[in-house]
């Protein structure tokens, strides 16, 4: 949908401030107490689901007949966490702030108002089919050996689509062959595309290149669809959230079950084929990535408009869906810990639905350093103040980020993707 | 025409006087305000009165001292700062306006005393908030218009409390009512066709004059009517008391039974104080003295509405409770005072005869401030300290601490019993003792007197300020020159 | 108004580019709807031949212009000489097939005469009165109509968008010799070398009526030696998806997309090509799309009327052995 | 208007370049209001000339030096809730204080110190783990607490215990349209501290606000003291999902819904609860404000609407009551004394559950952190403007004469299509100081995607009808009530000007009260 | 040597196809979900210039010559990072697509080249990728009065000549062109090189100059000839691919009678 799309949406906001912070019922301290990143690092409201909100009714409007470098900032600066649209709903059952952010990043982009690291980061994706712009023909590097099936050569149970991040950062390459040997534990058939595979596209998406997105989503569903697959495996969170949410409501299906790796475990864990021998004595606490979270939640396709209901009252017609990533994955990861002998869990003030970002999202990582490393910190600080020794996250994404911000500002908490603890509870090496 | 006659005219030469012994009787107090002997006093019937004198003031550069309580003062705020000042005597506008029970609210003049007015909203199942035992002719208005504490800290939600409403004669001569009763319905009868009661503290918006007003000396205008907020008449009540060696422990008990509102009455005050608020005689006074405790704190559980019993019941077996947890016991009677005979002779009463003040030595000296009520115990122990060092006994002062504003803070009162000889005397210790309170944090709200010069240079802007409201409230500075951080340089 | 004008292109042998009949019957189109006559322009040296096998195309004149300096095509010349017919007989139409040689010269009579052109048309609409050029816009994702200001109106014709004219049985157009000075010294362009391969076959890409294309599933050039082999059997065109030039593969003039040639050939075989935008953008044109691909999702199948999942290497030598089998 | 540069410069100089913007897309985004007082011109509002981040109460006054000597205005918002936090005057330069959003809990002494960006809800947070709870404006916890106390009204179903926000202020920075930091009360004096705001001497307090503030005219407040009431009991906690969150029970916790059939009796009930000292929370709203908090989108509201259930259990509205007692006794005695007079007024209790558990949850949710008044007070269009009389004295002006006068005006309206039809009535009350008095407000909702939406009218219909019936004093009603009463104006004017000699503070009020020529 | 590349900014053509919303009330396109990028076509003038470039570093200049109703400077900077040392965008109302034609486009060049100031080379792409017109680079060698060359797969300047190789039917042909000069690229001159991450940051710092129309000295856009009337989409054949096996498609195939 165009920016224009959602006026009514962007002219019902109440101005109210709830954007920028957790529910104030569960407000459990002053000092954990704001949930959106990017107000909290640069204060302006403009910087906040409201402000944007009204940022894109102006332009909407015809009220700015120009676009700035700030107003650039104002929308990219974000790392479209979604926290926002989970808060957003206590005074207007109306509004989706994280669907208008996307509309106007999109706009954004149609009008050339690019951010330069996005456009580079696109351009290597259209070369590459990787945000790295890496080399395409490495990107089954990391299996090398491992007897993994090709399904360009063979169908297979399982597609275990392992995303731009842990394909080209080696220091993944670890967590994935854990994956692996967990995931054989189930006794289906694995397999991978290669150097076939290609990225999802929600970094495309949330970047504002629709188009972009829209084209390597018609090639992911055919892949996947080729492969024979029932189930798509992901240990990343940026592409579980791609699938789950920017597909559906793009009108993109996979033919097969989306699965975050922590389900796979999960389920594997229920059905007894995964049985733990170590004791990892370790107190953690648990990050809930924000694209396997509240992002996680599956979409829908909504094709409506508002209309008058009734005199003065206006309403989507039909119903739209309200999403407040309740749905997401939240309970699998936690079940995981609490099934590892030795490994206690304590939950940060903000978790689920209300976890704080890690600060990767949504083409931060690529273009904003300084917010990116600002709101893993807090992140960081917030995890320090449950005592426990280590992060958990599961999510190469949040991973990195904790861990380079976690090298310059010191510290002495681990981070750890959940596969590493069950790899390690099972025997592994 | 001298202004006496033209006085005279306004309000008839009965209410206008420059008989000597009349104004000897303004021209000084019971504090180191000094001496200024007032040329004349006038006594204002009515509003109308008033706000006529008020304007010939203008007319004719006329100093103004409102005052609306009968002898003895304290405070030397009705003392003229200038010569030639006019007493504007209020105390015999003593019209108790309106009375309503449904709405809890009394409308009483200057001139009204505490016991004037119980004694009629006993009559409706009201009480009025009393300050501890005030002198008989104490005026409601006066005590009031100057943020004097309350004994029930449960109903004090503000320091302004309890007025609500009232009208003002300012300095300029104009009339403003405040509160409930600034409008939009002229006249208070059309108010109250459509329900109203005078009822709301606060002014419209914007600003509140009635506060602005308070604590001012008299010096923006002066009040001729207030609305007050009143309370149930307990249809039951019993005063509990608990004593302690120090006031630390009970003013941290209070503080809880504050906060769970079990008690409508709630102070502490040490033994001297206690004794003399029920003897009348040195003798008995330290007779009694000798039976207590050093400190004592006075509660009155009260029931009162609807199922008075039952709240009054619960009250007590919860003070009980409350009360074991901070190590202390409730008792109906200390020193072989009950609290029956408390509650008869000092609850909600006036002190009857020699002002209880006045009783042990004849005069007082009075350092009162405000202060947390978990730091009230250190500025006594300060003030003790200090008096013990300069060889004034312990034994001749004493101590009243209420708090007020839902407990935020607590009124310190520290009374000097001091012989009228010995004023002068005692003068550099409590000029020494104010000063080194209040470099420790003792906040003087009410900074009378020689005050002033200790608190203002602290408060420069503020005191800017203060005297640019006043040039717009009393363009001539009519109203009672010279006090607080209204002196001219 | 004056006559609508059609200049037919030669071919490296002197004869008429089939190409260039679809851009007389689009100039007929024309004629017939301003009702003015339409004359064939043949221009270039030795060419009595190529006009005679034009007499029975229904041009009510086919004008000549013949110079030793037209042999070749050289943008000066040939411009010049445009420019002064179009002077002399006051044309309200120029129309012309796109090809190589009039992307270059067209804009220059343009310039020369200060009138409109609107390239690579694939249609034509009479509105009012008014003549709507209609043309791919946005690399083929709009289409647009344009009017042309003032005359003469230029136009290019995109091949295989119009029928081409057929010969008509009755009556002869007459030929009309037209004289051009040309001097050698007005040139500022220098021909220093012509350099022609064999691969071309005298025949683009664009107007061929069955091309054979490659992509990089291919893997290398030596994959576009078998594609040639099928061309040479099919009597068609090879061409190439965007990576193969890129690599190097192959000559980038074979190059079919939306920036590369846009192409509507009978047949298109696309081998070892996912079917990027690209790619598709410059072929979807065509009647019949025969895709070969190892992967079953690549995109290409999306638009293709047949499709093989197969390595090349296994599919081609089948097919060209089953098309020699029942030949 | 663009901001001179030399201004500019001065400001950037003060505070830092990142804390001062006049993007127009930042400028765009501070002059959208379309939440309570949606006024003539539709959501979009005048726009500022730019907006700074101050940091500190230095840093104000820096800013304020810097537009008095530009000629500039200035206004500061908090959270930015409702229209009067944005700039009225072209020439304004917006601060938004949320870089200023500290709060310290002074814990023996039992108050808060708050910035202008710290919210009610995070007050009431860290308040409860000291056993104290702050005063909750009825708006929400989203609410500022500085703001609504020194600057706009401040009631809130909390009211009847902890008052409202004109009485809660201790001591008050404040850093004058001069450019003058005046502190009030005990501040000034060393070591004491912020635990009183009057004195010494008169209380220059009464120049800050009456019922309501002056809404940006004042100034800046940069830190004042609130005091904080007693919480008995547990930290109210909450977990869960939205829209419906459960709550933790309260041990000794009560809510109920009340609802009478009979007016004077209803105020008969109010009187004698008040005067119990029972009650926590009162707070009286409709059957269409319940509904507004119980659907998740318009359409669900509409459903509910077109069933009417609510509207058949409480046709009259309803209160909600809640208490949290410190004792079994008391808890015990609360109720007795609470069901005897509902009993004995003819009022009809409903234990909120009853109504299922979302209606439990808006009730105690509602009671403890006022958290879905405001949903309430929106929606279902967005959009509310509270209607006056506004009647803010006793029990029986509010409820008996002021109720029917709004209800009438409000018809007008609505059959003109001005407004929603939300049932004509849809006020809510609440008691303050144990029932000493009462404010009343009608919500009005309209959408401007209406095309006869009009709510602005409706305003000043119902200051006019205040005013013709002598109904109030109606707070916010002043402009039009300073022409009855003209010596408050004039004086309150004066005092404006004494305390912004160069005109700078940007106020809606200062505005108005310039234009009825005061 | 200065080359001036005159580049065009354009909605991604290779986004799909319903990215192009066609305003039929306004005879406009408006992209849905694609940014504007470089015109491809002008990306093989550019690369043709880098690669005048990379044979003498020191000597030639690029600048990049960028004319729309909006530039995009992110798009623009691609330009930069991938070589050219500065570049110059033109922007200003009524300079859409929608509303120019190839004289008034050319006659808009002009005015910026001669503001720019003395240049060697000219390359322009073969056409936008929006009007798709092909004519504006040897319109504007007209209005500046030097000699063009069209479908230029290879340029090579000496000091006083450039060489072009120009593709013609089944080969090409040298030209040799006097400077200043002209030459249309095709896009045998090959893809634009992809920056690396250091040319992408130093890029920023590249001068960019931004003109208006007003301080072209143009009031409007020039007198055009060619006038858009409408637009419309393409219509589009569905086709249903029927998948058989290699050996079977040759018969197949002539069963269908497609050969």
Redesign the interface.
């Known amino acids: 949908m165009a920016l224009s799309d959602y006026h009514y949406e962007m002219s019902h906001c109440h101005r109210c401030s709830y954007c920028k912070f957790i529910p104030f019922q569960l407000i459990k301290s002053k000092r954990f107490s704001y949930l959106c990143p990017s107000i909290t690092l640069r204060n302006f409201h403009s910087f906040s689901a409201g402000g944007r909100a009204a940022l894109g009714l102006a332009i909407a409007e015809g009220r700015l007949d120009q676009y700035t470098e700030m107003m650039k900032q104002i929308v990219f600066e974000c790392t479209m966490c979604g926290a926002c649209q989970v808060q957003c709903r206590t005074f207007n059952f109306n509004l989706n702030p994280i669907e208008v952010m996307q509309a106007l990043r999109t706009h954004f982009v149609e009008q050339g108002e690019i951010v330069p690291e996005h456009m580079f980061v696109i351009e290597g994706l259209k070369r590459e089919d990787n945000v790295f712009g890496e080399p395409k023909k490495h990107r089954g590097d990391w299996a090398e050996g491992l007897g993994l099936k090709d399904i360009s050569r063979e169908k297979v149970d399982v597609l275990l689509h392992v995303g731009c991040r842990m394909s080209f950062d080696d220091e993944f390459w670890s967590v994935l062959k854990m994956a692996v040997e967990i995931m054989q534990c189930s006794g289906l058939s694995v397999g991978i595309a290669g150097s076939e595979e290609s990225c999802c596209g929600g970094r495309a998406l949330e970047m504002g290149f629709e188009g972009v997105f829209n084209t390597f989503a018609e090639a992911m569903a055919g892949r996947v669809k080729a492969s024979g697959a029932k189930q798509v495996v992901t240990l990343c969170a940026d592409c579980y959230g791609t699938f789950q949410e920017h597909y559906p409501s793009h009108g993109w299906g996979l033919d097969a079950e989306v699965v975050h790796i922590t389900q796979f475990i999960s389920h594997l864990i229920d059905q007894g084929k995964l049985k733990f021998k170590n004791k990892i004595p370790l107190s953690v606490t648990y990050h809930d990535p924000c694209h396997l979270g509240r992002r996680g939640e599956p979409g829908v396709q909504w094709k409506g408009e508002y209309k008058r209901l009734a005199p003065h009252l206006f309403g989507p017609v039909p119903e739209k869906p309200i999403r407040l990533g309740r749905n997401g994955c939240y309970d699998a990861p936690r079940d995981i810990l609490q099934a590892i002998p030795g490994v206690e869990l304590t939950e940060m003030e903000r978790t689920r639905e209300y976890s704080w970002c890690c600060g990767a999202g949504g083409g931060v990582l690529e273009a904003f350093e300084e917010m990116a490393e600002k709101t893993a910190h807090e992140r960081l600080l917030e995890a320090e103040a449950t005592g426990a020794q280590a992060l958990v996250t599961a999510c190469p994404w949040c991973e990195r980020n904790f861990r380079d911000t976690l090298d310059s500002s010191g510290g002495s908490l681990k981070i750890y993707d959940i596969v590493e603890l069950v790899h390690q509870a099972m025997g592994g090496e | 025409m001298t202004a006496k006659s033209r006085l005279a005219q306004i309000i008839g030469d009965s209410q206008v006087s420059d008989d000597p012994a009349d104004l000897e009787g303004f021209s000084t107090d019971h504090s180191y305000a000094g001496k200024t002997t007032p040329a004349l006093i006038v006594r204002p019937g009515n509003p109308q009165e008033i706000q006529n004198v008020v304007k010939l003031a203008n007319e004719m550069d006329l100093n103004l001292v409102p005052v609306s309580s009968g002898a003895p003062r304290f405070r030397g705020d009705s003392v003229p700062s200038v010569d030639g000042a006019v007493i504007v005597d209020l105390s015999h506008m003593k019209k108790i306006m309106w009375i309503n029970r449904r709405n809890r609210v009394a409308l009483v003049e200057p001139g009204v005393t505490f016991g004037e007015l119980q004694t009629e909203l006993n009559k409706h199942g009201l009480r009025a908030m009393f300050p501890l035992a005030p002198k008989s002719n104490k005026s409601v208005i006066g005590a009031y218009m100057e943020r004097e504490p309350f004994t029930v800290p449960k109903y004090a939600w503000d320091l302004g409390d309890p007025v609500a409403g009232a009208e003002f004669v300012l300095g300029d001569g104009n009339t403003m009512r405040t509160g409930g009763a600034a409008g939009p319905a002229e006249t208070l009868e059309d108010q109250r066709k459509t329900g109203g009661a005078q009822k709301l503290p606060m002014s419209p918006i914007g600003m509140d004059f009635r506060r602005i007003a308070q604590g001012s000396s008299g010096n923006f205008g002066i009040c001729c009517w207030i609305s007050l907020r009143c309370e149930l008449l307990p249809e039951q009540e019993q005063v509990f008391f608990a004593g302690a060696d120090s006031p630390a422990p009970l003013m941290e008990a209070a503080r809880r039974f504050l906060t769970l509102r079990l008690m409508d009455e709630l102070y502490v005050v040490n033994s001297l104080n206690f004794a003399c608020l029920l003897k009348t005689s040195p003798e008995k006074i330290h007779a009694l003295q000798e039976k207590l405790p050093p400190w004592i704190l006075v509660g009155g559980v009260a029931g009162c509405g609807d199922l008075a019993k039952d709240q009054f019941d619960y009250k007590v077996a919860d003070l009980k409770d409350e009360a074991n947890r901070f190590g202390l016991s409730m008792t109906p009677r200390i020193g072989g005072v009950s609290g029956s005979a408390y509650l008869s002779q000092v609850v909600r009463k006036c002190a009857e005869g020699a002002y209880w003040k006045l009783r042990l030595k004849g005069d007082c000296r009075e350092i009162f401030f405000l202060t947390p009520p978990h730091k009230a115990a250190g500025y006594v122990e300060q003030a003790l300290d200090m008096a013990g060092k300069a060889g004034f006994k312990e034994d001749r002062i004493g101590v009243y601490l209420q708090m007020a504003i839902q407990g935020a803070v607590c009124h310190c009162g520290l009374d000097y019993y001091v012989a009228p000889d010995e004023t002068d005397s005692f003068q550099p210790l409590f000029m020494q003792t104010s000063q080194a309170l209040f470099e420790n944090g003792a906040y003087f709200s009410r900074p009378y007197g020689p005050w002033a010069d200790m608190v203002y240079p602290r408060y420069e802007t503020f005191a800017k300020y203060a005297r640019n409201l006043k040039a717009i409230f009393d363009p001539k500075g009519v109203m009672n020159p010279g006090k607080l951080c209204f002196k001219e340089n | 108004m004056g006559v609508v004008l059609a200049l037919v292109e030669l071919g490296r042998d002197n004869k008429v580019l089939p190409v260039s009949l679809e851009a007389l019957s689009a100039g007929k189109r024309i004629a017939e709807a301003c009702g003015s006559g339409l004359t064939a322009l043949v221009m270039g040296s030795g060419v009595d031949e190529a006009a005679e096998s034009l007499r029975h195309y229904q041009a009510d004149e086919i004008l000549v212009a013949d110079h030793p300096l037209l042999e070749h095509y050289h943008p000066e010349f040939f411009a010049q000489s445009l420019d002064r017919i179009c002077r002399t007989i006051k044309p309200g139409f120029l129309v012309m097939a796109e090809t190589l040689q009039t992307i270059d010269l067209a804009p220059r009579v343009a310039f020369a005469l200060e009138a409109g052109l609107v390239t690579g048309c694939v249609d034509l609409e009479f509105d009012s009165g008014e003549t709507l050029f209609i043309k791919p816009v946005y690399s083929g994702n709009v289409m647009a109509a344009y009017s042309v200001e003032g005359e003469p109106r230029l136009a290019t014709i995109r091949a295989k968008s119009f029928e081409a004219a057929e010969p008509g049985k009755n009556s002869l157009s007459d030929i009309r010799s037209i004289a051009i000075q040309l001097d050698r010294q007005g040139a500022e362009i220098q021909v220093v070398e012509r350099v022609l391969n064999d691969h071309g076959n005298g025949q683009g890409l664009e107007t061929a009526e069955i091309v054979v294309s490659g992509g990089r599933g291919l893997g290398g050039p030596e994959g576009f030696e078998v594609l040639r082999e099928l061309a040479k059997e099919l009597g068609g065109a090879v061409g190439a998806s965007r990576p193969p030039c890129d690599l190097g593969w192959i000559a980038p003039s074979v190059q079919v997309g939306i920036t590369g040639a846009i192409i509507a050939p009978d047949l298109y075989i696309a081998v070892g090509i996912s079917g990027s935008t690209q790619h598709v953008g410059g072929m979807e044109g065509a009647k019949t799309v025969v895709a070969v691909n190892e992967r079953e999702d690549a995109p290409i199948f999306k638009i293709a009327d047949y499709g093989v999942v197969d390595n090349y290497a296994t599919v081609l030598p089948a097919f060209l052995e089953g098309l020699r089998q029942n030949r | 208007m663009t901001i001179p540069i030399e201004a500019k410069k001065a400001l950037e100089e003060a505070l830092g370049s990142e804390n001062v913007s006049d993007d127009p897309g930042v400028i765009e985004t501070y002059s959208y209001m379309n939440g309570l007082g949606s006024g003539a011109t539709g959501y979009w509002w005048a726009r500022p000339a730019c907006v700074v981040l101050p940091g500190s109460t230095e840093e104000v006054q820096k800013a304020v030096i810097i537009c008095n000597q530009h000629k500039l205005r200035f206004k500061a918002h908090s959270t930015g809730w409702i229209c009067c936090a944005l700039a009225t005057s072209k020439n304004c330069v917006l601060m938004d204080m949320r870089r200023m959003d500290g709060l310290e809990i002074v814990e023996p002494d039992g108050y808060v110190i708050t910035e202008p960006y710290a919210t009610a809800g995070e007050t009431q947070v860290e308040a409860m783990k000291r056993g104290y709870n702050p005063h909750l404006v009825g708006a929400g916890p989203n609410a500022s607490n500085l703001a609504s106390a020194t600057s706009m009204q401040g009631t809130g179903g909390t009211s009847v215990r902890t008052s409202m926000n004109e009485r809660n202020p201790l001591a008050i920075e404040w850093v004058l349209p001069s450019g003058e930091i005046l502190r009030l009360g005990s501040l000034e004096t060393p070591n004491a501290g912020w635990f009183c705001g009057d004195g010494p001497g008169p209380s220059l307090r009464g120049m800050m606000r009456g019922a309501a503030g002056n809404i940006g005219g004042n100034g800046v407040f940069t830190r004042i003291a609130l005091k904080l009431y007693p919480w008995y009991g547990p930290p109210y906690e909450c977990e869960g999902r939205p829209p419906f969150f459960k709550s933790k029970a309260l041990p000794l916790g009560y809510v109920r819904y009340v609802s009478w059939k009979d007016r004077d009796l209803e105020c008969d009930a109010l009187y004698r609860l008040g005067e119990t000292e029972i009650l926590d929370y009162s707070n009286r709203w409709s059957a269409s404000a319940l509904m507004s908090s119980l659907a998740i989108s318009n359409q669900d509201y509409r459903e509910m609407k077109k069933k009417g259930e609510l509207h058949k259990v409480f046709p009259n509205g309803y209160w909600t009551f809640f208490f949290n007692a410190n004792s079994q006794r008391q808890y015990d005695y609360n109720v007795k004394v609470f069901e005897h007079i509902i009993k004995d007024t003819g009022g009809t209790i409903i234990d909120p559950r009853d109504l299922g558990d979302p209606a439990y949850e808006v009730a105690i949710q509602n009671a403890v952190r006022a958290q879905w008044i405001g949903k309430s007070a929106y929606m279902p269009t967005g959009s509310n403007t509270g209607v006056p009389p506004l009647t803010y004295e006793t029990i029986d002006q509010c409820m008996k004469f002021s109720l029917d006068e709004t209800i009438s005006v409000k018809k007008e309206w609505i059959a003109k299509n001005k407004i929603y039809n939300d049932g004509e009535d849809n006020a809510y009350a609440c008691l303050d100081e144990n029932g000493h008095f009462l404010h009343v407000e009608h919500a009005a909702h309209s959408d401007w995607a209406e095309p006869e939406a009009e709510p602005l009218g409706i305003i000043l219909k119902g200051y006019g009808r205040a005013l013709e019936k002598g109904l109030g004093p109606a707070y916010m009603s002043m402009p039009a009530g300073w022409a009855k009463r003209s010596e408050y104006s004039r004086y309150m004017v004066q005092i404006q000007r004494m305390i912004d000699p160069n005109r700078a503070a940007d106020s809606m009020l200062t505005n108005a009260a310039e234009t009825m020529g005061a | 040597m200065h080359v001036i590349v005159c580049m065009k900014?354009?909605?991604?053509?290779?986004?799909?196809?319903d990215?192009?919303f066609?305003n039929t009330q306004d005879t406009r396109?408006?992209?849905?979900?694609?940014?504007?990028a470089l015109s491809?076509?002008d990306e093989?003038a550019l690369e043709a210039a880098l690669r005048i470039k990379d044979a003498d570093k020191e000597n030639v200049k690029i600048t990049v010559l960028c004319a729309g109703k909006?530039?995009?400077?992110?798009?623009l900077?691609?330009a930069l990072?991938a070589g050219a040392d500065s570049a110059v965008m033109v922007q200003g109302q009524g300079l859409e697509?929608e509303n120019q034609?190839?004289?008034s486009s050319a006659g808009l060049l002009a005015a910026a080249v001669a503001k720019i100031g003395p240049f060697d080379l000219i390359l322009t792409g073969?056409?936008s990728?929006?009007?798709?017109?092909?004519?504006t680079?040897?319109?504007l060698a007209?209005l500046l009065g030097v000699?063009?060359?069209?479908?230029a797969?290879k340029v090579s300047p000496d000091k006083e000549h450039v060489?072009v190789e120009r593709?013609?039917?089944?080969?090409?042909?040298?030209?040799?062109?006097?400077l200043p000069c002209l030459a249309v690229v095709?896009?045998?001159?090959?893809?634009l090189r992809?920056?690396a991450m250091k040319e992408?940051r130093l890029?920023?710092n590249k001068p960019v100059l931004d003109w208006s129309m007003e301080a072209m000295g143009l009031d409007v856009a020039p007198d055009?000839?060619?006038?858009?009337?409408?637009?419309?989409?393409?219509t589009?054949r569905s086709?249903?691919?029927?998948?058989?096996?290699?050996?079977?498609?040759?018969?197949?195939?002539?069963e269908d009678q497609?050969?």
């Open positions: 900014q354009a909605p991604d053509p290779e986004g799909p196809r990215a192009f066609i396109v408006e992209p849905r979900g694609i940014p504007p491809l076509f093989n909006k530039v995009s400077g992110a798009v900077l691609k990072a697509m034609d190839s004289f073969r056409q990728a929006d009007s798709n017109a092909g004519q680079g040897i319109l007209g000699p063009a060359v069209s479908l797969q060489l593709v013609i039917q089944g080969g090409c042909e040298k030209l040799k062109v006097p095709g896009n045998e001159a090959g893809e992809y920056p992408r890029a920023k055009k000839k060619v006038v858009l009337r409408k637009l419309f989409a393409p589009t086709r249903q691919c029927r998948f058989i096996t290699g050996a079977m498609l040759a018969q197949v195939l002539r497609i050969i």
